[in-house]
């Protein structure tokens, strides 16, 4: 599975952006992810849907101001974020996981897309 991420970009602090993620094939019986790496630091987990997308999971750093979704139809994952810190700057990256459900560990995922840089300004 290749898988695009796009949609970062500037914004200022307490803005808001939608990452999108776009699969060369359908993904629709796998987890998907996003992860993100700051400058200097290692790769973090931000969030994880299952399959069908009736189960997600967040980083406690972006509870209630972040939202993954997924339109299976579309092949395609989205990252809402909302109310952006300057420590959401980033480079975000999806994943596809070789289960069903996502997850907050780097280790099922087997696919990463290129990763598209968020940089929120304040």
């Known amino acids: 599975v290749q898988l695009q991420a796009s949609g970062g970009g500037l914004v200022q602090t307490g803005g808001s952006l939608r990452l999108s993620c776009a699969a060369s094939?359908?993904?629709?019986?796998?987890?998907m992810g996003w992860f993100r790496q700051a400058p200097g630091k290692e790769r973090d987990f931000v969030a994880a849907?299952?399959?069908?997308?009736?189960?997600?999971s967040y980083a406690d750093s972006v509870k209630g101001r972040f939202t993954i979704s997924r339109d299976r139809v579309k092949n395609t994952v989205y990252l809402q974020m909302t109310s952006l810190k300057a420590e959401d700057t980033a480079v975000y990256y999806c994943?596809?996981?070789?289960?069903?459900?996502?997850?907050?560990?780097?280790?099922?995922?087997?696919?990463w897309g290129q990763g598209t840089l968020v940089t929120v300004s304040s």
């Open positions: 849907i299952n399959w069908n997308g009736g189960s997600t």
């Open positions: 094939r359908t993904f629709s019986n796998n987890g």
């Open positions: 994943a596809a996981s070789r289960y069903a459900y996502g997850s907050s560990q780097p280790g099922p995922y087997t696919n």
